[in-house]
């Protein structure tokens, strides 16, 4: 009796002092270490995620388009310069009255014109004419001509106005910055996976820690009920359940490595590493976030103002509604355009005249013998029977334009059930983690009190062996709620456009962003 008063004690005192290295994990996961934080993790993401770096070749794919609709207002040089020779044969009168048999000419012309249309549909055409003429005739002379105009035209129905003529560059602008928009969504939407990613690779590196520690104890009680039951102080039956509970905890210790490593992948994929980097990551060095103050979290119940910071701050819905900006400007051009084309040209210019063969003649012809200003006025009118082109364009535009009016309504009502669900589920989840705080209290306890009743032989070795799994799997279970909660306020920032804040392109983030409700009264 004495003896297995003994072998009880000695039970007692391997249980205790193994469960003193059973720390748990919350505690475990706060022993920082020179690890990968979930700030250099995001760093790393912004540098180097694939999907951002493609959304920056569209932004720069919308400055070009921008570029390209400049060109319909760059100054055009046309200049170009001709020199014909002229050998003109003469009637038999003329031959007999100047006794040659054609007349000789050499004929120089030089042209230079410039066109620039104006972003209210005005078009400028200053133009330069200068004409040399060498007749070889005899007894002829060298004249020397120029001509200078100056002509504008005014559109005065189609392409008339900014609004119509420059509808394709106001256009390119606004989808530029919906572009850009887009691109800080994308950046966004990569933040916030990989702090998903962040998060459960840290409660996957928690769970093998208490697996391991599980398996160790499991170990290492087998071994010394092995030496009671050679020692005749245990029944061998009690080998067999506890075979059992190490080859169960063995198990979940080798899935609890395959789970650590299938994070470490997620976490390297979602930050755009290549796999010789993803291997070389080192363990997560942060812990997961506080519980939030009642106060704090009290002001989650302003739903309205959630809804008003994420209609503000979201860069999706903000460059939805930049294309239906950019769809509405194209669809008032194409309204303006399906009139009929009716121009007024206007032009003033002089004309000057030098006879002289020398080399200056080309330019004194611009200040010699000018006979005044020269000046004409015309209407033209272009009138498409049927108007099929602009009538087809004006429908396109309009769809287009309804197209994007229906999609940014729609994402904003999708965006609003998502901070609603959001908002819930941040609630849902401190409800959770508290509760799961509170099991790990009391399965703690319940441990203490079977190892008080083992003590007493009120209880078994097995018994006790079962309240510690359960205490383990409340340790998982509290692991669980922290990865939860942690998601909840990394979803809520992203569902309010409030995970990070950029500046002329730089995009910065910090903890608080991470583990913190957005403060509406700072975001409006």
Same mark, same amino acid.
């Given at each position: 009796?004495?003896?297995?008063?003994?072998?009880?004690?000695?039970?007692?005192?391997?249980?205790?002092?193994?469960?003193?290295?059973?720390?748990? *994990? $919350?505690?475990?996961?706060?022993?920082?270490?020179?690890?990968?934080?979930?700030?250099?993790?995001?760093? =790393?993401?912004?540098?180097?995620?694939?999907?951002?770096?493609?959304? %920056?070749?569209?932004?720069?794919?919308?400055?070009?388009?921008?570029?390209?609709?400049?060109?319909?207002?760059?100054?055009?040089?046309?200049?170009?310069?001709?020199?014909?020779?002229?050998?003109?044969?003469?009637?038999?009168?003329?031959?007999?009255?100047?006794?040659?048999?054609?007349?000789?000419?050499? @004929?120089?012309?030089?042209?230079?014109?410039?066109?620039?249309?104006?972003?209210?549909?005005?078009?400028?055409?200053?133009?330069?004419?200068?004409?040399?003429?060498?007749?070889?005739?005899?007894?002829?002379?060298?004249?020397?001509?120029?001509?200078?105009?100056?002509?504008?035209?005014?559109?005065?129905?189609?392409?008339?106005?900014?609004?119509?003529?420059?509808?394709?560059?106001?256009?390119?602008?606004?989808?530029?910055?919906?572009?850009?928009?887009?691109?800080?969504?994308?950046?966004?939407?990569?933040?916030?996976?990989?702090?998903?990613?962040?998060?459960?690779?840290?409660?996957?590196?928690?769970?093998?820690?208490?697996?391991?520690?599980?398996?160790?104890?499991?170990?290492?009680?087998?071994?010394?009920?092995?030496? @009671?039951?050679?020692?005749?102080?245990?029944?061998?039956?009690?080998?067999?359940?506890?075979?059992?509970?190490?080859?169960?905890?063995?198990?979940?210790?080798?899935?609890?490595?395959?789970?650590?490593?299938?994070?470490?992948?997620?976490?390297?994929?979602?930050?755009?590493? $290549?796999?010789?980097?993803?291997?070389?990551?080192?363990?997560?060095?942060?812990?997961?976030?506080?519980?939030?103050?009642?106060?704090?979290?009290?002001?989650?119940?302003?739903?309205?103002?959630?809804? $008003?910071?994420? =209609? %503000?701050?979201?860069?999706?819905?903000?460059?939805?509604?930049?294309?239906?900006?950019?769809?509405?400007?194209?669809?008032?051009?194409?309204?303006?355009?399906?009139?009929? $084309? @009716?121009?007024?040209?206007?032009?003033?210019?002089?004309?000057?005249?030098?006879?002289?063969?020398?080399?200056?003649?080309?330019?004194?012809?611009?200040?010699?013998?000018?006979?005044?200003?020269?000046?004409?006025?015309?209407?033209?009118?272009? #009138?498409?029977?049927?108007?099929?082109?602009?009538?087809?364009? +004006?429908?396109?535009?309009?769809?287009? #334009?309804?197209? *994007?009016?229906?999609?940014? =309504?729609? @994402?904003?009502?999708?965006?609003?059930?998502?901070?609603?669900?959001?908002?819930?589920?941040?609630?849902?989840?401190?409800?959770?983690?508290?509760?799961?705080?509170?099991?790990?209290?009391? +399965?703690?306890?319940?441990?203490?009190? %079977?190892?008080?009743?083992?003590?007493?032989?009120?209880?078994?070795?097995?018994?006790?062996?079962?309240?510690?799994?359960? +205490?383990?799997?409340?340790?998982?279970?509290?692991?669980?709620?922290?990865?939860?909660?942690?998601?909840?306020?990394?979803?809520?920032?992203?569902?309010?456009?409030?995970?990070?804040?950029? #500046?002329?392109?730089?995009?910065?983030? =910090?903890?608080?962003?991470? *583990?913190?409700?957005?403060?509406?009264?700072?975001?409006?």
């Amino acid at each position: 009796m004495l003896s297995q008063k003994k072998v009880y004690i000695s039970v007692v005192y391997l249980i205790f002092f193994s469960l003193l290295l059973f720390v748990p *994990a $919350q505690i475990i996961a706060q022993e920082k270490s020179k690890g990968l934080s979930i700030i250099d993790a995001i760093k =790393t993401t912004l540098s180097h995620q694939p999907s951002i770096k493609i959304q %920056e070749e569209e932004v720069q794919i919308s400055k070009g388009a921008l570029q390209q609709t400049q060109g319909q207002f760059d100054p055009t040089l046309i200049t170009d310069i001709n020199r014909t020779r002229n050998n003109t044969p003469l009637t038999a009168a003329d031959r007999v009255l100047y006794r040659r048999s054609k007349d000789v000419e050499n @004929l120089t012309t030089y042209t230079m014109s410039l066109s620039k249309q104006l972003r209210n549909g005005i078009t400028i055409k200053p133009n330069l004419q200068m004409t040399r003429n060498d007749d070889l005739s005899f007894g002829a002379r060298t004249t020397n001509k120029s001509s200078v105009n100056f002509a504008l035209i005014f559109p005065l129905l189609k392409g008339s106005g900014k609004e119509a003529a420059g509808a394709e560059e106001m256009s390119a602008k606004i989808r530029l910055q919906a572009s850009e928009m887009d691109l800080s969504h994308t950046v966004s939407a990569s933040v916030l996976e990989t702090g998903n990613a962040y998060w459960t690779l840290l409660a996957a590196f928690m769970n093998l820690k208490i697996l391991k520690e599980t398996e160790s104890r499991a170990q290492q009680l087998l071994e010394d009920v092995e030496k @009671l039951v050679e020692a005749d102080e245990r029944p061998s039956s009690d080998l067999d359940q506890l075979r059992a509970s190490l080859a169960s905890k063995t198990g979940n210790r080798i899935q609890g490595e395959q789970n650590l490593y299938e994070n470490y992948q997620r976490l390297g994929i979602a930050m755009g590493l $290549q796999y010789s980097k993803i291997i070389e990551l080192p363990t997560p060095a942060d812990v997961f976030p506080e519980l939030l103050s009642e106060k704090k979290l009290s002001i989650i119940n302003q739903r309205e103002e959630f809804f $008003q910071i994420s =209609t %503000e701050k979201r860069a999706d819905l903000i460059a939805l509604k930049k294309l239906q900006e950019s769809a509405g400007i194209l669809l008032s051009a194409a309204r303006l355009n399906m009139r009929p $084309q @009716l121009d007024l040209s206007l032009s003033l210019g002089y004309q000057g005249l030098e006879e002289s063969d020398s080399e200056s003649g080309y330019y004194d012809a611009f200040q010699e013998n000018i006979s005044g200003l020269n000046g004409s006025a015309m209407i033209s009118l272009v #009138y498409p029977f049927g108007n099929n082109a602009p009538k087809g364009l +004006y429908y396109q535009r309009k769809s287009s #334009y309804q197209q *994007a009016r229906i999609r940014s =309504t729609d @994402l904003e009502r999708n965006i609003h059930s998502d901070v609603a669900i959001a908002i819930n589920a941040l609630i849902q989840r401190t409800k959770e983690l508290q509760e799961s705080q509170k099991s790990v209290a009391s +399965y703690k306890k319940a441990l203490k009190n %079977e190892k008080l009743k083992l003590k007493m032989g009120l209880s078994t070795v097995i018994d006790v062996v079962e309240i510690e799994d359960r +205490y383990r799997n409340a340790l998982l279970a509290d692991v669980v709620s922290h990865r939860q909660y942690a998601g909840a306020l990394l979803q809520l920032r992203f569902a309010t456009g409030t995970l990070l804040h950029e #500046y002329n392109g730089e995009y910065t983030i =910090t903890m608080e962003q991470l *583990a913190e409700i957005p403060d509406y009264k700072q975001n409006r």
